[in-house]
């Protein structure tokens, strides 16, 4: 059994941004809640669905909000304990362990801090293997996994549980009600058995973004060369960013950035849109790649993930494309997630086929 | 034990809508969908508290939204169950009764649809003995009743479970979820027993509404002087409305009326404000009457009331003040209903000593 302590910690932030392709917020703050909570509470272990049960009851658990928000609201501690008691009593059974609901920036590690604080270990798997804006984004709803109930808790003890006729509908309610709580907002939703989990679930991408963070944290020529090797990413550009525009609507972080090439790139330009996550990569009126696969702008000498609402005129990034978790893929799948979902009129093409 | 049935049915409509002061929506529609209920489920046993025992749960239901969409909106009819459900769950106890939570306009004869369709008797009881705008505006608040848990459900069959740190919380939280659900919804707060619905509600408000329905439908002579003497009513001014402001806002109705005086009352201006319910009535500087105590235009002919978005340009209207229930005249009640609540800046005095 592998524990989460400091160091994996630092490891899942990191890889948790990889993954997060922009999106889930600047993990910093949330980094050091979660760092805090292991000092008193103990190492989390990370436990593999198959060493569960398979009528055990999995909790995933994530902030929602506007990334910016989520990224610097400090939490009271407290609201694994309401979120875990709320479903307990609605859902009559005890849980087992919570997982992530999204693979990315702040909710990588947020799962952790609650973890350590309920006594719960954490499942080596999550809902969308990277992030995603909305709440029925998720693998777990795909696989026909009700969304039911819904628990969400502010840092004041405010708890809204929601039993919702669709995803979409609770996506809207939750979106209302964490903006009046001050646009961000703990929650868990997806109740789920490890028997659902092993078919609903990006299984192993927690243990996968540890090594992927470590593997960064440690690389020390080429970092990005490395970071490409091991999650099979493509490079799309190097360059300066030369234009970003951004507006935060509906509780969204809305824009794009337009990456003008250097070195052996220049001359080139890439454009990059994001709706929290990035979507879309686009140059000369060709698509380099696009969601679900995951698009991350990354430091060009650090390879550091860099979040959407942080790139800023003048930064030095590269751009890189990651294949997304298989399941994705399928047309079902993409109804849900797929380019058209976020208004670009483009079919999705695997970022393998584009660059393969 | 009484019942109500059809005939019961009209006199609650329209009593409520005297002690709604224009406020809780237009009847009309809920007493045909009330009386549509009756008419399948059988008549609903109007019950005093002292008939149940102290331990007897009982659950204020009523609807919420903008007073305009809530009184043409269709319910799917099964919103009673729904409540009594969640409720019975989330306090692992059985409900016994319900009650109106609100007296006035379609929350007077709602819950009547509600009892017969889950087979629960009405309590004679209800939360304000009026018409108020926000969730903390309570006789149970006041009494220091928990709000919790709140329970909303929309006609689709969402279904949303609040425990909020104060009922200003719930307020707050249940307005944006009932703007999402299109502006409407159903809700239950405020589960007390017997013992403490002694001292937390307005006993014997609905049988006192039937009276002063019955009275009213069947008055001939003088309706108005009849109403009036049937409620300890003042009347303030008898004219034209001659002018009418009025804007959905933040989903209330807010605005104002110009009455000018016909008859006896020629060379007379009277300025009624309200949001949803009418709030203050004022005379060249001078007020007449205002919230708690209860201002309610009626039809001069009919003496039947009008609620506020129905008040137009042109209308024949008699303008009379009621007393309030005296929990409201308290220094604590008026904290939470006394004029500065609404931004008017005046001391509260009771209309009996402005017109005795």
Avoid at 40 to 52: C, F, N, R
Avoid at 100 to 118: D, F, K, Q, S
Avoid at 283 to 296: H, K, M, N, Q
Avoid at 300 to 320: C, D, K
Wanted: proline fraction near 5%.
């Amino acid at each position: 059994m592998k524990l989460i302590g400091d160091n994996e910690l630092e490891w899942l932030s990191m890889g948790a941004s990889v993954f997060g392709g922009g999106g889930g917020g600047d993990p910093h703050m949330g980094s050091l809640m979660a760092g805090h909570a292991l000092d008193t509470g103990g190492e989390v272990p990370l436990v593999s669905l198959d060493s569960l049960d398979d009528e055990d009851l999995i909790l995933p658990v994530a902030m929602v909000g506007a990334p910016t928000v989520m990224a610097e609201k400090f939490l009271s501690g407290d609201e694994g304990d309401r979120l875990k008691t709320a479903m307990e009593k609605a859902l009559d059974r005890k849980i087992s362990a919570v997982c992530c609901a999204e693979l990315g920036g702040v909710n990588g590690v947020i799962p952790v801090m609650w973890a350590t604080r309920i006594g719960l270990p954490i499942v080596d798997c999550d809902l969308m293997g990277r992030a995603f804006p909305e709440l029925q984004m998720t693998t777990a709803a795909i696989a026909g996994v009700s969304i039911n109930p819904v628990v969400i808790t502010d840092e004041r003890g405010n708890v809204v549980q929601f039993r919702t006729v669709s995803p979409k509908w609770a996506e809207k309610m939750v979106r209302t009600v964490v903006a009046s709580m001050g646009a961000a907002a703990s929650l868990c939703l997806y109740p789920m058995t490890v028997a659902q989990a092993k078919t609903a679930t990006v299984v192993g991408s927690v243990s996968r973004a540890m090594e992927v963070g470590r593997l960064l944290l440690e690389a020390s020529d080429d970092p990005i060369a490395a970071l490409c090797d091991s999650v099979d990413g493509y490079p799309l550009i190097e360059g300066k960013l030369v234009d970003v525009e951004r507006q935060t609507t509906e509780g969204f972080s809305r824009g794009s950035a337009t990456i003008e090439g250097t070195g052996a790139d220049s001359g080139r330009l890439l454009r990059l849109e994001f709706q929290n996550e990035n979507l879309l990569a686009m140059e000369d009126g060709r698509v380099l790649a696009s969601v679900p696969d995951i698009i991350t702008a990354v430091d060009v000498h650090t390879a550091r993930p860099i979040v959407t609402e942080r790139l800023r005129y003048g930064q030095r990034v590269s751009v890189l494309a990651l294949p997304c978790d298989p399941i994705w893929r399928s047309d079902k799948a993409l109804e849900v997630v797929g380019p058209k979902v976020f208004s670009y009129d483009i079919d999705y093409v695997p970022v393998e086929e584009l660059h393969g």
